[in-house]
């Protein structure tokens, strides 16, 4: 009577201890899951933080500075651009020393410093952009120099100085002609006296003279109006040449002689300053 | 000027157009010749080294002194001629600048623009002399 419960009993402890076990086990596998969540977040976080570590330092010390002295040259390069805008416009030397301050304070250190963050850069087409950048700045250094040469000289407007330099001189020539030839044609005695060739002679000096200031005045101010009036002007002139060859029997041998030795104007070194006019000259 | 500039730009980090040295007035034409002789002596060791002949320029040292601006024009002639020569050994160079009137200048204007030749040939003997040595391991 006393054995007969025994296997119910084992049973029922071995149950519980099937039991106890079971939820000890299931305890166990929860705690260890949890630490293995918890190690694997870590893990996770850990390589974020590595991953995060890495890129703010080339964030600071790759990508910033080379943004950085990339706006650095672009700001140098503005700022020689106006003071060489300045200098062109004012002619006041402080700004070609600030033109050269932007590129030895400025664009030099900086492309310096992209030079050697060079070295760090991961994309190859930023090398070579890098190269172009290098080459296309020492021809703009170049260029600027001499626009800033050019700028402030009598060269930057070829217009004046030919007409200052050979047109004056031929114009010189010319009026030194022209006058005696009129004035010798008005000293004449009244049988002597040849109206149509003493009109032409004195309207090839007032159309001549026209001529002249026409083209000084387009040299100075580049009106149209003064090109037409030089055309229109030129043009009268030539016909009163030929007006005046037409009666040339008429000329004495004195008037014959300065006619000769003063050549007609040639239309290509009359108008030459209006070739030297170009739209390029800006400055 | 514009001719060395054109000679330097095969060289990566040479100035093309140094910086100006400072206007120190008073100078004579002489001076001036004297700078230009020492520019043309200068680049009779780049053309030597480039393995190109120039003419020889012998000047009495007394007459240095009271060189005029025309001997200041010829020797600048010169030197133009010569670095033009150079200049057209240059495979694929691309043409100087247009030449354009400056005005009138004074002998110390000129000085301190043959100041800036000098200091291109000394960069261009330099980068020339190195390039051979090169060339010569």
């Known amino acids: 009577m006393t054995s007969a419960p025994k296997p119910a009993l084992d049973r029922q402890n071995r149950t519980a201890a099937v039991g106890t076990g079971s939820l000890r086990t299931k305890l166990l596998w929860s705690h260890l899951w949890v630490a293995a969540i918890g190690l694997l977040m870590l893990l996770v976080t850990?390589?974020?933080s590595v991953w995060m570590r890495?890129?703010?330092?080339?964030?600071?010390?790759?990508?910033?500075?080379?943004?950085?002295?990339?706006?650095?040259?672009q700001i140098g390069v503005q700022q020689s651009l106006a003071s060489l805008r300045g200098w062109m416009v004012l002619g006041e030397p402080k700004f070609k020393s600030e033109r050269r301050q932007a590129w030895a304070g400025k664009i030099a250190p900086a492309m310096?410093?992209?030079?050697?963050?060079?070295?760090h850069w991961t994309d190859p087409a930023n090398g070579r952009r890098l190269?172009?950048?290098?080459?296309?700045?020492?021809?703009l250094k170049e260029a600027q120099w001499w626009v800033e040469d050019v700028a402030q000289t009598p060269g930057n407007e070829p217009a004046r100085v030919m007409f200052n330099g050979d047109i004056r001189k031929i114009h010189r020539n010319l009026a030194a002609a022209i006058t005696p030839l009129v004035a010798i044609g008005q000293g004449r005695s009244a049988e002597d006296q040849h109206p149509s060739l003493q009109e032409a002679l004195h309207a090839l000096q007032v159309?001549?003279?026209?001529?002249h200031w026409a083209l000084g005045a387009y040299v100075d101010q580049r009106?149209?109006?003064?090109?037409?009036?030089?055309?229109?002007?030129?043009?009268?002139?030539?016909?009163?040449?030929?007006?005046?060859?037409?009666?040339?029997?008429?000329?004495?041998?004195e008037q014959h002689e300065l006619s000769a030795a003063r050549p007609a104007p040639r239309p290509n070194a009359t108008a030459a300053p209006f070739a030297a006019i170009r739209p390029s000259q800006a400055f | 000027m514009g001719y060395t500039a054109q000679l330097l730009k095969p060289y990566p980090g040479a100035e093309l157009i140094p910086e100006e040295p400072v206007f120190d007035p008073g100078k004579t034409p002489g001076d001036v010749y004297r700078r230009l002789l020492g520019c043309f002596e200068k680049l009779r060791e780049i053309a030597a080294a480039s393995g190109e002949e120039m003419l020889?320029?012998?000047?009495?040292?007394?007459?240095i002194d009271v060189a005029e601006p025309s001997d200041v024009y010829d020797v600048a002639s010169l030197i133009v001629a010569e670095l033009a020569h150079l200049h057209a050994q240059l495979p694929g160079g691309?043409?100087?600048?247009?030449?354009?009137?400056?005005?009138?200048?004074?002998?110390a204007d000129v000085y301190q623009r043959v100041g800036i030749l000098e200091q291109q040939l000394v960069q261009l003997d330099k980068y020339v002399g190195s390039q051979q040595q090169v060339s010569g391991e």
Do not use: W
């Open chain 2, 94 to 107: 691309e043409p100087p600048r247009e030449i354009y009137y400056v005005g009138r200048k004074f002998p």
């Open chain 1, 207 to 211: 159309d001549y003279l026209r001529c």
């Open chain 1, 223 to 253: 009106a149209p109006s003064d090109r037409s009036i030089f055309d229109a002007a030129i043009k009268a002139a030539y016909g009163h040449v030929r007006a005046i060859t037409a009666e040339c029997e008429f000329l004495d041998r």
């Open chain 1, 46 to 48: 850990l390589l974020v």
């Open chain 2, 56 to 63: 020889e320029l012998e000047v009495d040292v007394a007459l």
């Open chain 1, 131 to 139: 190269v172009d950048l290098r080459v296309a700045l020492i021809k």
């Open chain 1, 112 to 119: 310096a410093q992209l030079e050697s963050l060079s070295a």
């Open chain 1, 54 to 73: 890495g890129h703010s330092q080339r964030l600071a010390t790759v990508r910033r500075p080379t943004v950085q002295n990339s706006m650095l040259v």
